[in-house]
C-alpha cells in the first residue's frame, strides 16, 4: 500500500508563522506559530490516511501486514520512527533524552506510582534517538564545549565563578546553575549579556567577528529572550553549531541540545520522552536530568551525506530505529519494512503495484511493508526525504 497522509501540525509558542505554510504553498503568517509538522503514528499525534483512519490504528490492526515480520520481531508492533518538519522562530527547550532502558524504567515507576501520563517526565517507554537535517541555515547547541574552550569564553565574559565551577567537570556545574537563587540568577544572565554585547574582556571580542562571536551572540540572544532563566548559562557550556542546507546532526540519549532557529527535517525514535534543563516554562526535574545527563565534552559530528547511489544520499546513524535519506532525480526503492516519503521542493511521484501517489512540497506518503518495489520520481531540481528502518545497524543502549 501506498498512501498519501494527512500530517498533524504542532503550534508550540517557538514556531515559525511562515516556514511550513512556506513550504506547503499555504498563506501566511498564519494565525498561530506552526513549530512542527508530524509525520507518523505517535499516539499523540498520528497522520491519518485519506479515509480519515489513524495511522496508528492502520498498523495495530495489522502490525506484520504493515510493518514486516522482522521489523516486529525487533523494534514491536507500531512504526517505529517519526518523521517532523521543524521550524524554530525562536529557540526551543534545553533537553536531553534517556536511553531505552532509563525510558522503560521510568515510565514504568511513575506508572506504578500512579502519575498520570503527561504530568511526570516519561509520555512513553522508548528512547529518543534524532537526527536533524536542515533545509536552512539551522543553528542549534549541542554537547559539551571542550573545557579549556569554556574556560576562556566563562573569563571572557565577565563571569569567573563559572569558569572555576568547572574544575570537577560541566554535569556538576549544570546543576548548581539549575539550583540557582533566582535573584543570584538573573545577576548572573545579566553579567553575561553585559559581558557578551561590551566586550569587557579584550579589545576583539566585542567587536564584529574575534574569537567568541558566534558564542557571544548566541549569549546575547538567549539573555533577551529569557532574562530569568538558568539555561542561558547552562548554554555557555555547550557547542553552538550552524548546520547549511543538506547537513545532518545526530544526537543520541544524554547529550544534552537545544535548536535556536531554522529549519530542518527531524527524524527519531516513535518517542516523545523529553527531561528539560531550561530555556522553558515546562516542567524540569533536576535530578532526573542530571541522572540522564552525558557530562563528556567534545565536538558534535555534522554529517554531510553519503551517496547510496545517483540519486539517493543517506545520513547514517547507529540509530535500529530510523535511517533518513535524500532523494532527487529517479530510483526504485525496495520492498520491506514500511517507508514514509517527505516531499520538500518541486514535485515527487511515486508508484508501486499500479497505484500511483502524487506529493507536493510539504506532504507525505506512507508505504507499508507489504507489496512490491517503489518507484520514486522527484522533479528536477525538486528533493525528497525518505524515512525507512535501520535494523542492520548495531542498537543504540
Not at 503568517?29 to 503514528?41: V, Y
Not at 512504526?79 to 533524552?97: D, I, N, T, W, Y
Not at 509520555?123 to 574556560?151: Q, S, V, Y
Not at 540509530?319 to 532523494?327: D, G, P, Y
Request: proline share 9%; aromatic share 4%.
Amino acid at each position: 500500500m501506498i498512501a498519501l497522509l494527512d500530517n498533524p501540525i504542532r503550534p508550540y509558542d517557538w514556531g515559525s508563522r511562515t516556514a511550513i505554510a512556506r513550504l506547503q504553498g499555504r498563506p501566511s503568517p498564519t494565525a498561530a506559530p506552526e513549530a512542527e509538522l508530524w509525520i507518523g503514528a505517535h499516539p499523540g499525534a498520528p497522520s491519518r490516511l485519506p479515509d480519515g483512519t489513524a495511522l496508528s490504528d492502520r498498523i495495530a490492526a495489522d502490525p506484520v501486514g504493515e510493518l514486516g515480520a522482522p521489523t516486529v520481531a525487533e523494534l514491536g508492533p507500531r512504526l517505529p520512527f517519526l518523521a517532523k518538519v521543524l521550524a524554530a522562530e525562536r529557540p526551543l527547550s534545553l533537553q536531553v533524552h534517556p536511553t531505552l532502558a532509563q525510558a522503560r524504567a521510568g515510565f514504568s515507576a511513575e506508572r506504578a506510582a500512579g502519575v498520570p501520563v503527561g504530568e511526570g517526565n516519561y509520555a512513553d517507554d522508548n528512547h529518543k534517538p534524532e537526527l536533524i537535517c536542515a533545509l536552512t541555515d539551522f543553528r542549534g547547541l549541542a554537547g559539551f564545549r571542550p573545557l579549556d574552550a569554556t574556560r576562556a569564553l566563562l573569563l571572557a565574559l565577565g563571569v569567573p565563578e563559572l569558569a572555576d565551577g568547572l574544575t570537577d567537570g560541566p554535569a556538576r556545574l549544570v546543576g548548581e546553575l539549575l539550583r540557582l537563587d533566582p535573584a543570584r540568577c538573573r545577576q548572573l544572565v545579566a553579567t553575561v549579556a553585559a559581558g557578551a554585547d561590551f566586550g569587557t574582556a579584550g579589545a576583539d571580542f566585542g567587536t564584529a567577528g574575534g574569537e567568541f562571536a558566534v558564542e557571544r551572540a548566541c549569549a546575547v540572544e538567549l539573555a533577551a529572550a529569557y532574562p530569568s532563566d538558568p539555561g542561558v548559562l547552562v548554554a555557555l557550556l555547550l557547542n553552538v553549531v550552524t548546520l547549511r542546507p543538506g547537513e545532518a546532526l545526530f544526537l543520541p540519549a544524554g547529550v544534552p541540545h537545544a535548536y535556536l532557529s531554522g529549519v530542518g527535517v527531524e527524524v527519531m525514535a516513535n518517542s516523545d520522552n523529553v527531561l528539560r534543563g531550561g530555556l522553558t516554562s515546562k516542567r524540569i526535574d533536576v535530578p532526573e536530568l542530571l541522572r540522564l545527563l552525558d557530562g563528556e565534552p567534545g565536538l558534535p559530528a555534522i554529517e554531510p551525506g553519503i551517496a547510496v547511489s545517483a540519486s539517493e544520499w543517506a545520513y547514517p546513524t547507529p540509530a535500529r530505529e530510523f535511517q533518513l535519506s535524500r532523494l532527487s532525480g529517479s530510483l526504485t526503492l525496495p520492498a520491506g519494512g514500511p517507508q514514509i516519503v517527505l516531499a520538500t521542493a518541486g514535485s515527487v511521484t511515486l508508484e508501486r503495484d499500479g497505484a500511483v501517489c502524487e506529493l507536493a512540497p510539504g506532504q507525505a506518503a506512507y508505504a507499508s511493508a507489504s507489496g512490491g518495489a517503489l518507484d520514486v520520481r522527484v522533479t528536477d531540481p525538486g528533493t525528497a526525504f525518505r524515512v525507512r528502518t535501520n535494523l542492520a545497524a548495531p542498537g543504540v543502549a
